[in-house]
């Protein structure tokens, strides 16, 4: 702990129990990503200590693993929703504002309660002479907003991949893991064990660990850890969920473990007597001994009831920002997708060619810039490669602007060098010294109504593209 009652901002210098703007919260959480994360924990304790101990009081579901856990935690929200429980999520990145990462029973919060809560925990901090990081900042302002919104249960997106995140503080029961990946480490290499044995560690005493892993030596890894932990372990995912058509084979797998996470949390933490079980997606009520009456059949023919299919059918699967966000109205069709690692990736492109063989793209451009230049490997190489030999089309590649968020360990983007591998292996490359020569030159390439234009490699990327529509914070 360090004395910052008095920290220097653009602003000028912030005094202990002042109430900042919205503007000034925004810029004091830019300037404390600066502030290193606690991996111990101790510092964030300190801070739930001041705010009054309310992590322990939230009952919540961790969302872990490589890729999918915004999409999931929101899909586990929105189920939970239709059941007649008020969830609050904590999700990242944001895009274009702070507000993104926090949502209370489906709704991003407003500028006015955000403002409040972080004013609420800024004061904590500076009372206490706590030096914190934006994003035990960010955690506590979410637990804060939950509380004060008297929110059911918090789903929570685990960034950290092991127990060093400040969201495991909170009372978790049930423990949701995506998929695990890597783009340094290969899946058969042992290290690679400890990083799934990392993202399992998660699972505390008397939890519930899911997971959506289709590795059946992944899967074993977890539940190893899970129960050595005190956990329960719960059948893995195979399915996926029924949703339309293209985000089945994307998100599907993401849906299924969100109504699993669900159920879960409804079947073993919720005073099932009463829900109304009779109108529930997620629980099935005991089976009625005998054939049922004519009245009950009756009832069922002017009642039908509602099934997962109808609610996956009615359910805005593209709500949440730049996870495959297709912007149909532009002209030409502009795709936009945070994907910043080789896994996620590979699955936008998956994406750009099922919306292909559903209405045949004229011309398609790929615009890639990426914060972390460890994605450039063999195996990206590789797998655009392999994408170009079936669609036609071509790569933009530019650098971005790193985000205020980023860690200053990430490896450079070197668009020159990559632009370069690219056209060793046959595929149409350019380089943009910006996003905006970018954006300019794949609109010349592409047909204005049929064409598509795909922004992807990393959140900063995205945020180019609606600063440069004249959309910012």
């Given at each position: 702990?360090?004395?910052?009652?008095?920290?220097?901002?653009?602003?000028?210098?912030?005094?202990?129990?002042?109430?900042?703007?919205?503007?000034?919260?925004?810029?004091?959480?830019?300037?404390?990503?600066?502030?290193?994360?606690?991996?111990?924990l101790?510092?964030?304790?300190?801070?739930?200590?001041?705010?009054?101990?309310?992590?322990?009081?939230?009952?919540?579901?961790?969302?872990a693993?490589?890729?999918?856990?915004?999409?999931?935690?929101?899909?586990?929200?929105k189920?939970?929703?239709?059941?007649?429980?008020?969830?609050?999520?904590?999700?990242?990145?944001?895009?274009?504002?702070?507000?993104?990462?926090?949502?209370?029973?489906?709704?991003?919060?407003?500028?006015?309660?955000?403002?409040?809560?972080?004013?609420?925990?800024?004061?904590?901090?500076?009372?206490?002479?706590?030096?914190?990081?934006?994003?035990?900042?960010?955690?506590?302002?979410?637990?804060?907003?939950?509380?004060e919104?008297?929110?059911?249960?918090?789903?929570?997106?685990?960034?950290e991949?092991?127990?060093?995140?400040?969201?495991?503080?909170?009372?978790?029961?049930?423990?949701?893991?995506?998929?695990?990946t890597?783009?340094?480490?290969?899946?058969?290499?042992?290290?690679f064990?400890?990083?799934?044995?990392?993202?399992?560690?998660?699972?505390?005493?008397?939890?519930?660990v899911?997971?959506?892993?289709?590795?059946?030596?992944?899967?074993?890894?977890?539940?190893?850890?899970?129960?050595?932990?005190?956990?329960?372990?719960?059948?893995?995912?195979?399915?996926?969920?029924?949703?339309?058509?293209?985000?089945?084979?994307?998100?599907?797998?993401?849906?299924?473990?969100?109504?699993?996470?669900a159920?879960?949390?409804i079947?073993?933490?919720?005073?099932?007597?009463?829900?109304?079980?009779?109108?529930?997606?997620?629980?099935?009520?005991?089976?009625?001994?005998?054939?049922?009456?004519?009245e009950?059949?009756?009832?069922?023919?002017?009642?039908?009831?509602?099934?997962?299919?109808?609610?996956?059918?009615?359910?805005?699967?593209?709500?949440?920002?730049?996870?495959?966000?297709?912007?149909?109205?532009?002209?030409?069709?502009?795709?936009l997708?945070?994907?910043?690692?080789?896994?996620?990736?590979?699955?936008?492109?998956?994406?750009?060619?099922?919306?292909?063989?559903?209405?045949?793209?004229?011309?398609?451009?790929?615009i890639?810039?990426?914060?972390?230049?460890?994605?450039?490997?063999?195996?990206?190489?590789?797998?655009?490669?392999?994408?170009?030999?079936?669609?036609?089309?071509?790569?933009?590649?530019?650098?971005?602007?790193?985000?205020?968020?980023?860690?200053?360990?990430?490896?450079?983007?070197?668009?020159?060098?990559?632009?370069?591998?690219?056209?060793?292996?046959?595929?149409?490359?350019?380089?943009?010294?910006n996003?905006?020569?970018?954006?300019?030159?794949?609109?010349?390439?592409?047909?204005?109504?049929?064409?598509?234009?795909?922004?992807?490699?990393?959140?900063?990327?995205?945020a180019?593209?609606?600063?440069?529509?004249?959309?910012?914070?």
């Amino acid at each position: 702990m360090i004395d910052n009652t008095q920290q220097t901002t653009k602003g000028g210098v912030l005094k202990l129990n002042q109430s900042l703007s919205y503007n000034e919260v925004v810029e004091y959480l830019d300037l404390k990503w600066g502030t290193p994360l606690d991996k111990t924990l101790k510092r964030f304790k300190a801070i739930d200590k001041a705010l009054g101990n309310l992590a322990k009081n939230v009952p919540a579901i961790l969302v872990a693993g490589s890729n999918g856990k915004s999409l999931t935690a929101h899909f586990t929200a929105k189920l939970l929703k239709e059941e007649g429980i008020t969830a609050g999520i904590l999700s990242s990145p944001h895009i274009l504002s702070y507000n993104e990462r926090i949502c209370i029973d489906g709704e991003i919060i407003n500028n006015k309660k955000f403002t409040e809560v972080a004013n609420t925990v800024i004061n904590a901090l500076e009372q206490e002479k706590i030096d914190a990081n934006s994003a035990e900042i960010l955690t506590a302002m979410a637990i804060v907003a939950f509380k004060e919104s008297k929110a059911e249960v918090a789903v929570l997106e685990v960034q950290e991949s092991d127990a060093q995140d400040p969201v495991t503080l909170c009372n978790t029961k049930v423990v949701a893991i995506t998929r695990v990946t890597s783009d340094q480490i290969d899946n058969e290499d042992p290290k690679f064990n400890d990083i799934v044995k990392n993202f399992a560690n998660i699972a505390v005493k008397d939890s519930i660990v899911i997971s959506a892993d289709q590795s059946k030596l992944n899967l074993q890894v977890i539940q190893e850890k899970a129960i050595a932990n005190g956990a329960q372990w719960a059948m893995p995912i195979r399915k996926l969920a029924n949703l339309p058509y293209p985000f089945e084979q994307l998100h599907g797998r993401c849906a299924a473990l969100a109504e699993r996470a669900a159920q879960i949390y409804i079947e073993n933490f919720t005073n099932k007597e009463n829900a109304i079980l009779a109108n529930s997606l997620l629980i099935k009520p005991k089976g009625q001994r005998g054939r049922p009456s004519l009245e009950t059949k009756r009832n069922l023919e002017l009642n039908p009831k509602r099934t997962m299919e109808q609610f996956w059918k009615e359910c805005e699967i593209t709500t949440l920002p730049g996870r495959f966000q297709l912007l149909e109205k532009e002209k030409p069709s502009v795709l936009l997708d945070t994907a910043d690692n080789i896994d996620a990736f590979v699955n936008t492109l998956l994406g750009i060619r099922l919306l292909h063989y559903q209405k045949p793209l004229k011309g398609l451009v790929i615009i890639i810039g990426c914060e972390n230049g460890e994605i450039h490997t063999p195996e990206f190489l590789r797998q655009i490669r392999y994408f170009f030999k079936k669609t036609s089309g071509q790569v933009i590649f530019c650098p971005v602007k790193k985000s205020k968020d980023a860690a200053d360990s990430i490896k450079k983007w070197n668009v020159d060098a990559i632009t370069n591998d690219i056209k060793n292996v046959k595929v149409k490359a350019h380089s943009a010294k910006n996003f905006s020569e970018a954006f300019d030159l794949a609109k010349k390439t592409v047909d204005e109504r049929y064409g598509l234009i795909v922004v992807t490699g990393s959140k900063s990327i995205v945020a180019e593209y609606w600063n440069y529509k004249g959309i910012k914070k």
